[in-house]
């Protein structure tokens, strides 16, 4: 019996794992303070239990996350067939001296070790602090267009 969408059992799935460890950035959904939706594309680190992300503590999204922490994040790919993991929670803001280190470990994951820390190493004499944004799955949703398909389709 598969396992149904919301299931947090999705991530254990091999498409969410091979997403989870990808170079494409995570796509960010949240309501900004005036209630109109927003995306944006951010870089993510994944525990194994959470998602970690990480912005300058100047983000303008900040404000709205804080306000209303409820998000959605979206990792897909551009190979068809498409895999394109869901995933709802909610978000909890720490402040953090210096760079969040799982931005770091992003970094190196997105651009290579060396690339990687020298990024880190740019961004460190820009700013003195950001902020980690840390999400807890609490639904998960899995398409692979091969398998799972979305529930509008009549299969």
Do not use: C
């Not at 091979?18 to 927003?38: H, K």
């Not at 870089?43 to 998602?51: A, D, L, P, S, V």
């Not at 970690?52 to 999204?61: D, E, G, H, N, Y």
Request: avoid cysteine; charged fraction near 20%.
């Amino acid at each position: 019996m598969p396992v149904e969408q919301g299931s947090l059992e999705l991530l254990q799935h091999p498409a969410s794992k091979e997403l989870l460890q990808s170079t494409i950035p995570a796509r960010l959904a949240y309501v900004w303070t005036d209630g109109s939706p927003r995306v944006v594309p951010i870089w993510f680190h994944w525990t194994g239990k959470e998602f970690v992300l990480a912005t300058p503590s100047k983000a303008p999204k900040l404000k709205a996350l804080a306000e209303n922490p409820k998000v959605a994040l979206t990792i897909d790919d551009n190979n068809f067939p498409h895999n394109v993991l869901l995933v709802r929670g909610t978000a909890r803001l720490q402040s953090v001296n210096g760079i969040v280190p799982e931005y770091a470990a992003a970094a190196e994951r997105y651009f290579g070790a060396e690339q990687g820390k020298a990024w880190v190493a740019q961004l460190a004499s820009m700013i003195q602090d950001m902020v980690r944004i840390t999400i807890t799955p609490e639904w998960v949703g899995l398409l692979d267009f091969q398998t799972r398909f979305p529930s509008a389709l009549p299969l």
